[in-house]
Protein backbone atom coordinates (compact mmCIF):
# COMPACT_ATOMS: atom_id res chain seq x y z
CA UNK A 1 0.00 0.00 0.00
CA UNK A 2 1.19 3.19 -0.85
CA UNK A 3 1.32 5.97 1.91
CA UNK A 4 1.79 9.53 0.97
CA UNK A 5 2.56 12.12 3.62
CA UNK A 6 4.00 15.97 3.64
CA UNK A 7 7.45 16.02 4.16
CA UNK A 8 8.58 17.28 7.68
CA UNK A 9 12.07 18.91 8.30
CA UNK A 10 14.75 18.00 9.10
CA UNK A 11 13.31 14.76 9.94
CA UNK A 12 12.42 13.75 6.06
CA UNK A 13 15.56 15.79 4.39
CA UNK A 14 17.31 12.90 4.14
CA UNK A 15 14.49 10.69 2.49
CA UNK A 16 14.20 14.18 0.23
CA UNK A 17 17.47 14.71 -0.89
CA UNK A 18 17.49 11.28 -1.85
CA UNK A 19 14.67 11.41 -3.64
CA UNK A 20 15.64 14.74 -5.24
CA UNK A 21 19.30 13.44 -6.28
CA UNK A 22 18.36 10.67 -8.11
CA UNK A 23 15.42 12.52 -10.28
CA UNK A 24 17.93 15.10 -10.90
CA UNK A 25 20.94 12.67 -11.95
CA UNK A 26 18.76 10.97 -13.88
CA UNK A 27 16.88 14.11 -15.77
CA UNK A 28 20.79 15.33 -16.49
CA UNK A 29 21.68 11.97 -18.13
CA UNK A 30 18.16 11.46 -19.74
CA UNK A 31 18.70 15.08 -21.31
CA UNK A 32 22.48 13.86 -22.24
CA UNK A 33 21.38 10.97 -24.14
CA UNK A 34 19.39 13.23 -26.04
CA UNK A 35 22.17 15.98 -26.75
CA UNK A 36 20.29 18.80 -24.54
CA UNK A 37 23.03 18.74 -21.56
CA UNK A 38 27.02 17.85 -21.68
CA UNK A 39 27.53 14.13 -20.20
CA UNK A 40 28.56 13.85 -17.15
CA UNK A 41 28.64 16.91 -15.63
CA UNK A 42 28.30 18.26 -12.61
CA UNK A 43 24.75 19.38 -11.47
CA UNK A 44 24.00 23.08 -11.55
CA UNK A 45 24.16 24.83 -8.73
CA UNK A 46 20.43 25.51 -8.28
CA UNK A 47 19.85 21.76 -8.32
CA UNK A 48 22.73 20.73 -5.76
CA UNK A 49 21.11 23.36 -3.50
CA UNK A 50 18.00 21.25 -3.28
CA UNK A 51 19.67 18.25 -2.72
CA UNK A 52 21.69 19.78 0.47
CA UNK A 53 19.07 21.64 1.57
CA UNK A 54 15.70 20.64 0.50
CA UNK A 55 14.35 22.34 3.34
CA UNK A 56 15.75 25.97 2.40
CA UNK A 57 15.15 25.15 -1.62
CA UNK A 58 11.66 23.95 -1.02
CA UNK A 59 10.69 26.61 1.42
CA UNK A 60 6.90 28.20 1.56
CA UNK A 61 6.16 24.39 -0.77
CA UNK A 62 4.64 21.34 0.16
CA UNK A 63 6.86 18.19 -0.28
CA UNK A 64 5.28 14.74 -0.54
CA UNK A 65 6.75 11.80 0.16
CA UNK A 66 5.43 8.51 -1.10
CA UNK A 67 6.18 5.11 0.91
CA UNK A 68 5.72 1.45 0.26
CA UNK A 69 6.68 -1.04 2.53
CA UNK A 70 8.36 1.50 4.58
CA UNK A 71 10.37 2.55 1.54
CA UNK A 72 10.85 6.16 0.82
CA UNK A 73 9.84 6.15 -3.01
CA UNK A 74 8.42 8.63 -4.46
CA UNK A 75 8.13 12.74 -4.07
CA UNK A 76 6.65 15.66 -5.86
CA UNK A 77 7.00 19.62 -4.63
CA UNK A 78 3.39 21.25 -4.58
CA UNK A 79 3.93 25.60 -4.79
CA UNK A 80 0.68 26.81 -4.17
CA UNK A 81 -0.11 30.42 -5.29
CA UNK A 82 -3.51 32.69 -5.27
CA UNK A 83 -3.83 31.84 -8.78
CA UNK A 84 -2.12 28.66 -9.82
CA UNK A 85 -0.42 25.43 -8.48
CA UNK A 86 2.87 24.68 -9.59
CA UNK A 87 3.85 20.65 -9.76
CA UNK A 88 7.72 19.96 -10.24
CA UNK A 89 9.80 17.43 -9.13
CA UNK A 90 6.99 14.37 -9.79
CA UNK A 91 9.45 11.13 -9.65
CA UNK A 92 8.91 7.51 -8.43
CA UNK A 93 12.11 5.43 -8.07
CA UNK A 94 12.65 2.74 -10.60
CA UNK A 95 11.47 -0.33 -8.28
CA UNK A 96 8.39 1.85 -7.62
CA UNK A 97 6.79 2.26 -10.91
CA UNK A 98 3.44 0.48 -12.03
CA UNK A 99 3.07 -0.20 -8.57
CA UNK A 100 0.57 3.46 -8.31
CA UNK A 101 2.99 5.74 -6.75
CA UNK A 102 3.00 8.54 -9.49
CA UNK A 103 -1.11 8.07 -8.90
CA UNK A 104 -1.31 8.60 -6.03
CA UNK A 105 1.32 11.70 -5.26
CA UNK A 106 0.02 13.06 -8.44
CA UNK A 107 -3.74 12.20 -6.83
CA UNK A 108 -2.90 13.86 -3.49
CA UNK A 109 -1.69 16.76 -4.81
CA UNK A 110 -4.46 17.36 -7.03
CA UNK A 111 -6.94 16.56 -3.99
CA UNK A 112 -7.56 20.38 -2.39
CA UNK A 113 -6.86 22.52 -5.46
CA UNK A 114 -9.12 24.90 -6.32
CA UNK A 115 -6.96 27.11 -8.89
CA UNK A 116 -5.63 25.61 -12.20
CA UNK A 117 -2.53 23.01 -11.95
CA UNK A 118 0.35 23.22 -14.02
CA UNK A 119 3.67 21.78 -14.60
CA UNK A 120 6.28 20.53 -16.66
CA UNK A 121 7.08 17.49 -18.14
CA UNK A 122 10.01 15.97 -20.67
CA UNK A 123 8.37 14.81 -24.12
CA UNK A 124 10.55 11.44 -23.74
CA UNK A 125 8.65 10.60 -20.25
CA UNK A 126 6.15 8.88 -21.71
CA UNK A 127 4.49 7.30 -18.99
CA UNK A 128 4.27 10.43 -17.23
CA UNK A 129 2.65 12.50 -19.80
CA UNK A 130 -0.12 9.89 -19.96
CA UNK A 131 -0.52 9.79 -16.09
CA UNK A 132 -0.85 13.52 -16.13
CA UNK A 133 -3.56 13.90 -19.67
CA UNK A 134 -5.33 10.85 -17.86
CA UNK A 135 -5.99 13.44 -14.75
CA UNK A 136 -7.27 15.89 -16.93
CA UNK A 137 -4.29 18.17 -18.03
CA UNK A 138 -3.52 19.42 -21.72
CA UNK A 139 -0.61 20.84 -23.39
CA UNK A 140 -0.41 24.85 -22.89
CA UNK A 141 2.19 27.43 -24.30
CA UNK A 142 5.25 26.87 -23.22
CA UNK A 143 7.09 28.96 -20.50
CA UNK A 144 10.60 28.30 -21.31
CA UNK A 145 12.84 27.62 -24.17
CA UNK A 146 14.29 24.49 -23.57
CA UNK A 147 13.74 21.88 -26.62
CA UNK A 148 11.69 18.84 -25.48
CA UNK A 149 10.00 20.35 -22.16
CA UNK A 150 6.39 20.38 -22.47
CA UNK A 151 3.93 22.28 -20.23
CA UNK A 152 0.34 20.84 -19.35
CA UNK A 153 -1.93 22.38 -17.37
CA UNK A 154 -5.37 21.17 -15.74
CA UNK A 155 -8.49 23.75 -15.18
CA UNK A 156 -9.38 24.54 -11.57
CA UNK A 157 -12.45 21.94 -10.59
CA UNK A 158 -15.92 23.08 -11.42
CA UNK A 159 -16.82 23.55 -7.62
CA UNK A 160 -13.79 26.18 -7.51
CA UNK A 161 -14.79 28.28 -10.41
CA UNK A 162 -16.47 31.80 -9.88
Known amino acids: M ?7 FPRDA ?7 GD ?3 RTESEKAERGLATPGAALAARYAREIDDPAAAFAGNRVLVATVDDVDCGIVVV ?3 PVVVELSRLWTTPPARG ?3 GSALLDTAL ?5 PVRLS ?4 RDDAVRLYRRRGFTVVASEDDRP ?10 VSARP
Do not use: M, Q
Open 2 to 8: TVVRTAV
Open 14 to 20: AAVSGLL
Open 23 to 25: YLR
Open 79 to 81: RIS
Open 99 to 101: RGV
Open 111 to 115: ADAVT
Open 121 to 124: VWRW
Open 148 to 157: DLIFLERPAP
